[in-house]
Each structure stands twice: as C-alpha cells, then as structure tokens.
Nanobody, 123 residues
C-alpha cells in the first residue's frame, strides 16, 4: 500500500522560502518518477514539478521555474521541494505523487494521495 506523508508547509510572506518534504513507503521508491502537485481552494490539482528515478532529470511548470527546486534521496525514500521567492499564487495544499510530469493528477482513479501540506503566502 502506497503511503505518502508531506510536511514543511506554513504561512509565509511573499518573497520568503519553504522546504517541503515527502516521506514515501509501500512501493519501490527508486523505480518511480516523483512529482509535486498542488491544489488551491476550489480548483483542480495542478502539476508543479517532477524528478526522474535517479534524480538526473527535473521538470517544472513555467510559473515556478527558477524559484522551485525538486530533489530526492533514494536512500531515505524522500522527495523535497525547495520553494524560494514565494508568491501569493503559490498558495495551495501541496502533495507528492509517484508519477511523472504528464500524468493526469485529476484522475479520480488515483488513490495514493496523502494529506498534503498547506502553503499560504500572504502579507
């Protein structure tokens, strides 16, 4: 059974930083792409960033390029999202997922979601 546990969110002011963490279990972590996905109130899930199995290749949505960095530690089954220069539009609940950048994250068949971690950017 896949289990994902996100942490590290909080309330920050615009321009500040946060580092999100995701602890994964129940699957062969190093064999999967990992992604971060976010969901703002009243909106569907939105892909944010992905990292390949070995960590060599990373992908970002345009709005976070240059501000966010995804990384992983396959020895600990962890994936991270360093978020710098946060903006109000980054406000959302953030989830990690064992999928790649082209997955449909609003597919109701996907049942691996954790609780997520809330990021609120406000002055």
């Amino acid at each position: 059974q896949i289990r994902l546990m996100e942490s590290g969110g909080g309330l920050v002011q615009p321009g500040e930083s946060l580092r999100l963490s995701c602890a994964a279990s129940g699957f062969t972590f190093g064999s999967y792409f990992m992604s971060w996905v976010r969901q703002a109130p009243g909106k569907g899930r939105e892909w944010v960033a992905s990292i390949s199995q070995g960590g060599r290749d990373t992908y970002y949505r345009d709005s976070v390029k240059g501000r966010f960095t995804i990384s992983r530690d396959n020895t600990k089954d962890m994936v991270y999202l360093q978020m710098n220069s946060l903006e109000s539009d980054d406000t959302a609940r953030y989830f990690c997922a064992p999928d790649g950048p082209y997955s449909d994250y609003n597919d109701k068949e996907k049942d691996y979601w954790g609780q997520g971690t809330q990021v609120t950017v406000s002055s």
